[in-house]
T-cell receptor
Framework: RKEVEQDPGPFNVPEGATVAFNCTYSNSASQSFFWYRQDCRKEPKLLMSVYSSGNEDGRFTAQLNRASQYISLLIRDSKLSDSATYLC??????????FGGGTRVLVKP | SAVISQKPSRDICQRGTSLTIQCQVD?????MFWYRQQPGQSLTLIATANQGSEATYESGFVIDKFPISRPNLTFSTLTVSNMSPEDSSIYLC?????????????????????FGEGSRLTVL
């Protein structure tokens, strides 16, 4: 079983719609959680950290469920520019970060 | 934020040769990371380049294949040795946010990594 698993997608989303997807992790001792965004042929960039209480940044909402060992990302009012691959990143002791395989999102007009 | 410059941005190499990738950061950081991203895959950490000591390699990666240099706090190189087509990949240099303790050894790592634009390597 992979340490961090994501549905690869693609999620085809009509512009203006809401899309949500999860990421599961296997290490119950994981301490930090993040969503990164990677555009085609570009380097990954931090989208948002995921806190225990959940957090929101504009149209993006991230949630953490420690009991079930998953995090989620929800995008509201999708824009064409939201089309990208979203990487789930989980940090364990020693600051080692493990990347998921990414979920590809395609927002269409 | 940190600005990271990598070169070459891309290269096409012959089997059996070696290529050295350079990574320059605009601020001093204790740790620099080298990742590999194979086609259609996510990022895999190759090693952590520590200034003043040997690099720390992850499982499946060895120094003979991926020697790393870290002569100072702003620069590192990764060499891909004796290349085969399976080494075709994007190689990414990364640093942790200096403001989050990147200089002090990541004791308070926020998890924000800054990446270079990557070096796309094709081995024929």
């Amino acid at each position: 079983r992979k340490e961090v698993e994501q549905d690869p997608g693609p999620f085809n989303v009509p512009e203006g719609a809401t899309v949500a997807f999860n990421c599961t992790y296997s290490n119950s001792a994981s301490q930090s959680f993040f969503w990164y965004r990677q555009d085609c042929r570009k380097e990954p960039k931090l989208l948002m950290s995921v806190y225990s209480s959940g957090n929101e940044d504009g149209r993006f909402t991230a949630q953490l469920n420690r009991a079930s060992q998953y995090i989620s990302l929800l995008i509201r009012d999708s824009k064409l520019s939201d089309s990208a691959t979203y990487l789930c990143v989980v940090g364990a002791a020693g600051n080692k970060l493990t990347f998921g395989g990414g979920t590809r999102v395609l927002v269409k007009p | 934020s940190a600005v990271i410059s990598q070169k070459p941005s891309r290269d096409i190499c012959q089997r059996g040769t070696s290529l050295t990738i350079q990574c320059q950061v605009d601020s001093q950081v204790t740790m620099m990371f080298w990742y590999r991203q194979q086609p259609g895959q996510s990022l895999t950490l190759i090693a952590t380049a520590n200034q003043g000591s040997e690099a720390t390699y992850e499982s499946g990666f060895v120094i003979d294949k991926f020697p790393i240099s870290r002569p100072n706090l702003t620069f590192s190189t990764l060499t891909v040795s004796n290349m085969s087509p399976e080494d075709s990949s994007i190689y990414l240099c990364s640093v942790a946010s200096p403001l989050a303790g990147g200089l002090s050894g990541q004791k308070t790592n926020t998890g924000e990594l800054f990446f270079g634009e990557g070096s796309r390597l094709t081995v024929l």
